[in-house]
């Protein structure tokens, strides 16, 4: 089975950036699309960025387009989430996922999922 670790969360301004990182290991996420959601208390849990195996496909869900970019390491097995211009609204547990099978779009395509790191932005 794999696993995806996520850290870089944390508490900050509005305005302000963090980067996320997905650390992952026991199976071949290298080969394997790659994404980021999020989850607000009392919300569904939304879809934030997705990235291809190669890097060359990239989709961001309208919220974050422009303020987001999503990046991927695979000799370090490592996806990178780098939020710029934060907003209140950001707030939620970001978590990291891999393998969608169907559409990207829908958190119940993908298959394996991170514990999630906390993303506090204070206005």
């Known amino acids: 089975q794999g696993h995806l670790v996520e850290s870089g969360g944390g508490l900050e301004q509005a305005g302000g950036s963090l980067r996320l990182s997905c650390s992952a290991s026991?199976?071949?996420?290298?080969?394997?699309?790659m994404g980021w959601f999020r989850q607000a208390p009392g919300k569904e849990r939304e879809f934030v960025a997705s990235?291809?195996?190669?890097?060359?496909?990239?989709f961001y869900g309208d919220s974050v387009k422009g303020r987001f970019t999503i990046s991927r390491d695979n000799a370090k097995i490592t996806v990178y989430l780098h939020m710029n211009n934060l907003k209140p609204e950001d707030t939620a547990v970001y978590y990291c996922?891999?393998?969608?099978?169907?559409?990207?779009?829908?958190?119940?395509?993908?298959?394996?999922w991170g514990q999630g790191t906390q993303v506090t932005v204070s206005s």
């Open positions: 996922a891999a393998d969608p099978e169907g559409s990207w779009l829908s958190a119940r395509d993908w298959k394996y």
């Open positions: 990235i291809s195996w190669s890097g060359g496909s990239i």
């Open positions: 026991g199976h071949t996420f290298s080969s394997l699309p």
